[in-house]
């Protein structure tokens, strides 16, 4: 892969990041979000670290003599960039907890949508790298990491199930 095609598909990842960050609220929180190995940035909110993530862009877009050094910080962003995005992708689930207990059940709703849709994502990039696993302990080793990811699915649905059941009476009874 040459090194112009990694520096636009970082720069679409981090366009896309943006766009994600930009859909919630401001996401502060009270202590840093993240491991001081990961990020330098110390704030509570999430642009904060998109901050650091575009200067590191920068810097990786900058420096491409040092191969080497632009190999350790191109790691460093799609490590930044993929904990970003899981943080962003739990902003929804956090502000339903935030909210008053009157909702309590659609918002476990949607927090297990939410798990299921993250699971179903693992499942996949399991069932992916067991298609391209080299060797036969790798393969047994996706095979039993897929085996427990499938059973917190089975659980995760089983709890679904019990939510929609549990609003399908509420709604009922209200409409009486």
């Known amino acids: 892969m040459s090194l112009s095609s990694v520096h636009q598909r970082l720069h679409h990842c981090i366009l896309s990041l943006r766009e994600e960050i930009a859909r919630h609220p401001d996401g502060r929180c009270r202590q840093p979000r993240f491991d001081s190995q990961l990020f330098r940035a110390k704030g509570t909110r999430l642009a904060d670290y998109l901050q650091e993530i575009e200067q590191n862009f920068q810097r990786l877009c900058t420096e491409a003599e040092d191969l080497t050094r632009s190999a350790w910080l191109a790691e460093r962003l799609v490590d930044q960039i993929a904990a970003l995005q899981r943080e962003a992708s739990t902003q929804q ?32 990039q399991r069932e992916q790298r067991m298609a391209l696993a080299e060797t036969l302990a790798v393969q047994q080793q996706l095979k039993k990491d897929l085996e427990i990811l499938e059973g917190r699915m089975a659980r995760c649905r089983q709890a679904i199930r019990s939510v929609e059941w549990a609003l399908s009476l509420r709604s009922g009874s209200e409409s009486e």
């Open 93 to 124: 689930i956090r502000t339903w907890r935030e909210r008053p207990q009157r909702n309590l059940r659609e918002s476990k709703y949607q927090e297990y949508r939410e798990y299921e849709r993250r699971l179903q994502a693992m499942i996949d």
